[in-house]
């Protein structure tokens, strides 16, 4: 599949969302701060600003009924290359209508995802030395920490069944195969039984999304670091350069923990 490209500017577009067929989500530096843009795919084509405030909204998700949007925004600080540790500050988390109206903060947290139902959101946010994986009603109430461990746990998702989650971490491999500290894809159900390591990548794997066809995608970035004997490394089917850093989109297939747990 040949992708096609939907923005063309100048600043950096990032974090994109489907509104269904017809729009896509994403945030973009390309005013003074950071903000919540909507590209019109279907019909007549045309960009808008969702966000306007001088603060920087980004990583945008809609709801899949189409009806919301839900954002994070920094509003004490004012840097386009905020990155997230857990010493610092999270920031808070809105929703909108997709038109940018009836903005309301809900929490604070990174990285926020709907349920497919619409009802829940699900995000991490940090604890007192690493970053954890909550729950919370779509209004803000009833938060549940639904993943706690010392190591980083980061850009969590719902199963469509919605009766488990995928999420990247950096803790130690079940099996002792993952490389310390960098991040894999990992599965578990919503009670926190079967816990599975989904990738075992010399580099780091992060943003998975779980599809309704069962497969799990990912983004892959490795780094080889050298290989005896051969000019590059296969991972998953794929050769990469020795001495490389590279990004791609990988896909790993799954079944959900809970009909695991029962097979």
């Known amino acids: 599949m040949n992708p096609i490209q939907v923005t063309r500017h100048v600043a950096d577009d990032a974090h ?25 795919i279907a019909g007549q084509r045309g960009t808008n600003q969702i966000t306007v405030r001088n603060y920087n909204d980004f990583d945008p ?10 954002f ?26 997709i038109d940018g109206s009836n903005i309301t903060q809900i929490g604070a947290g990174y990285n926020p995802k709907w349920s497919p139902d619409g009802r829940k959101i699900i995000f991490y946010a940090p604890s007192a030395t690493s970053f954890d994986i909550w729950i919370m009603n779509s209004n803000g109430t009833d938060l549940t920490q639904i993943v706690a461990d010392k190591s980083d746990d980061i ?14 971490s950096n803790r130690p491999g079940v099996v002792g195969t993952a490389i310390p500290k ?34 799990v995608f990912f983004i892959a970035t490795v780094m080889v670091v050298g290989i005896s004997g051969r000019g590059g490394l296969l991972l998953n089917g794929r050769e990469m350069r020795r001495g490389t850093k590279t990004g791609f989109c ?9 009909s695991y747990l029962q097979s």
């Open 250 to 258: 990988e896909s790993v297939k799954h079944k959900s923990p809970v």
């Open 155 to 168: 850009d969590p998702a719902f199963s469509p069944d919605m009766k488990a989650i995928v999420f990247a």
């Open 16 to 40: 994109p969302s489907w509104l269904g067929n017809e729009a896509l989500f994403f945030d973009s530096s390309r005013l003074d701060t950071l903000s919540v843009w909507r590209v019109q």
């Open 72 to 97: 994070c925004s920094i509003r004490w600080k004012r840097a386009l290359d905020y990155r997230p540790k857990v010493e610092d500050e999270p920031p808070t988390l809105w929703i909108s209508n």
């Open 182 to 215: 960098n991040f894999d894809i990992w599965a578990m159900s919503l009670v926190g039984e079967g816990l599975a390591q989904l990738t075992f990548s010399p580099g780091d794997d992060a943003g998975p999304v779980w599809s309704i066809t069962g497969e």
């Open 61 to 70: 998700a809609v709801s899949l009924d189409g009806q919301k949007v839900v």
